[in-house]
């Protein structure tokens, strides 16, 4: 082995940054405390909070396969929700380490 990595692979080193629109029924069934474990068991940086017009958004950072995997947890939520639309942009990394609940925007 040379130690290069594959063509195309991911560098697990990469971080990435991205905000997060998730839409469907998502408001009133743990979505936000839910998101707040996953991210924190992932070790992700950034926010959740819920939005005036019943969605849930959030900010994700870290390591790159961090946030794909959180991404594709969205899509499934907890056991009440159901999830319709995630989008994702990516943005700025935050600049304070950790995860956090936000107040409804």
Do not use: H, I, Y
């Given at each position: 082995?040379?130690?290069?990595?594959?063509?195309?692979?991911?560098?697990?080193?990469?971080?990435?940054?991205?905000?997060?629109?998730i839409?469907?029924?998502?408001?009133g069934?743990w979505?936000?405390?839910?998101?707040?474990?996953?991210a924190r068991a992932?070790?992700?940086?950034?926010w959740?909070r819920?939005?005036?017009?019943?969605?849930?958004e959030?900010?994700?950072?870290?390591?790159e396969?961090?946030?794909?995997?959180?991404?594709?947890?969205?899509?499934?939520?907890?056991?009440a929700?159901v999830?319709?639309?995630?989008r994702?942009?990516?943005v700025?990394a935050p600049?304070?380490?950790?995860f956090?609940q936000a107040?409804?925007?």
């Open positions: 082995m040379s130690g290069e990595s594959e063509p195309g692979a991911a560098d697990p080193a990469a971080l990435k940054a991205v905000q997060v629109r839409e469907g029924r998502v408001q069934v979505f936000r405390a839910w998101t707040a474990q996953e992932r070790k992700l940086s950034g959740v819920n939005r005036a017009d019943g969605t849930v959030a900010l994700f950072a870290g390591p396969a961090a946030v794909d995997e959180m991404l594709a947890a969205c899509w499934t939520g907890p056991p929700a999830v319709e639309e995630v994702a942009q990516p700025a600049e304070e380490p950790g956090r107040p409804t925007a």
